[in-house]
């Protein structure tokens, strides 16, 4: 049984860090790609980062860039996501997904992408 659980979310405020875990178990985790997407209420669910799996590049949607770092351990199975100077745009549900193996930046972007998903985690920026 696959599962994904993120940690790490709560309420910060304007310009704080947060950095998120996911601790995944019951798949090949070097196998897989791993991304965050996040969901804002009466929103689609967004891209917001991910490591491409042939090459361990980073991609980054462009309102997280040069803000969020996205990074891997694949000896913990483990993926992370630090945050720095958090706005309250940023305010959402992060959930973090494990994908089939990729090599482009519009495949990791895509949610079909990924067959397994966390529940999710909060993290609220308040001014």
């Known amino acids: 049984q696959v599962q994904l659980v993120e940690s790490g979310g709560g309420l910060v405020q304007v310009g704080d860090s947060l950095r998120l875990s996911c601790a995944a178990s019951g798949l090949t985790f070097g196998t897989q790609t791993m991304g965050w997407f996040r969901q804002a209420p009466d929103k689609e669910r967004e891209f917001v980062a991910a490591i491409i799996w042939t090459n361990g590049q980073p991609v980054y949607a462009d309102s997280v860039q040069a803000r969020f770092t996205i990074s891997r351990d694949n000896a913990k199975s483990t993926v992370y996501l630090q945050m720095n100077s958090l706005k309250p745009e940023d305010t959402a549900v992060y959930y973090c997904?494990?994908?089939?193996?990729?090599?482009?930046?519009?495949?990791?972007?895509?949610?079909?992408?990924?067959?397994?998903w966390g529940q999710g985690t909060q993290v609220t920026v308040s001014e």
């Open positions: 997904a494990a994908g089939k193996k990729s090599w482009a930046e519009t495949m990791v972007k895509d949610k079909g992408l990924y067959t397994n």
